[in-house]
Each structure stands twice: as C-alpha cells, then as structure tokens.
C-alpha cells in the first residue's frame, strides 16, 4: 500500500504562484496531479512517468510544471500564473504502470488533496 501526503495548498491572489509537493511512501512508476472543484468531475492536471515523460491537462502546459524527485520519492506541482478557474482540491495519485495518463481510473493510490484557493 502506497499512502501518499499532499502539502503547499493555500489562499493566493491572481497572478501569483505555489508550490505543491507529495511525499510517498513509497516509489511508483507513474504519478499525477488532478484536481476537483465543487461540482465538477475531478480533472487530471498534469501526469509524469517513471522515466521521466509529462503530460499535461488541456490548457496548462506552460503554466504548471510536473517534476520529481526520485531520491526523496516526492512529486511537485509548480503552479504560476494563478487563475480563479484554478480554484480546486488538487490531489496526487499513483500507479504501478509506468506510462503518464491523465485518467484517474488508472491510479491505484490518492491523497487527501490540498486545497488552492485563487482569489480575483
């Protein structure tokens, strides 16, 4: 069982950025972003393999940025550019495979999820 602890949410104005990290247990291939807000399906953010590929969610590339770190088995989550429309529970997932995808339905493990709040 990998258990997987989100932390870095926070309340920010437009504009402006944040950091999210997840440490796991342990390491799995594959791992991700998603996000939900209130009354939404839940939304994969960006997705990143055990070798190191991304993928993104439409929209995203360019201000969000997948990364890990093998040693600490921690991923990150730069987010720039804050919009309200990123106003969302983020969560970080994994999954034994190793190819990036933004489908929920193919993560084994999940979060808590971190709160981001973008305020106009």
């Known amino acids: 069982q990998v258990q997987l602890t989100e932390s870095g949410g926070g309340s920010v104005q437009t504009g402006e950025s944040l950091r999210l990290s997840c440490v796991a247990s342990?390491?799995?291939?594959?791992m991700a972003w998603f996000r939900q807000a209130p009354g939404k399906e839940r939304e994969g953010v960006a997705s990143?393999?055990?070798?190191?590929?991304?993928d993104y969610g439409d929209s995203l590339t360019g201000r969000f940025t997948i990364s890990r770190d093998y040693a600490k088995n921690t991923l990150y989550l730069e987010m720039n550019s804050l919009r309200p429309e990123d106003t969302a529970m983020y969560f970080c997932?994994?999954?034994?495979?190793?190819?990036?995808?933004?489908?929920?339905?193919?993560?084994?493990?999940w979060g808590q999820g971190t709160q981001v709040t973008v305020s106009s």
């Open positions: 342990q390491f799995t291939d594959g």
């Open positions: 990143i393999s055990g070798n190191g590929f991304t």
């Open positions: 997932a994994a999954r034994h495979g190793a190819a990036c995808s933004l489908d929920p339905a193919y993560f084994n493990y």
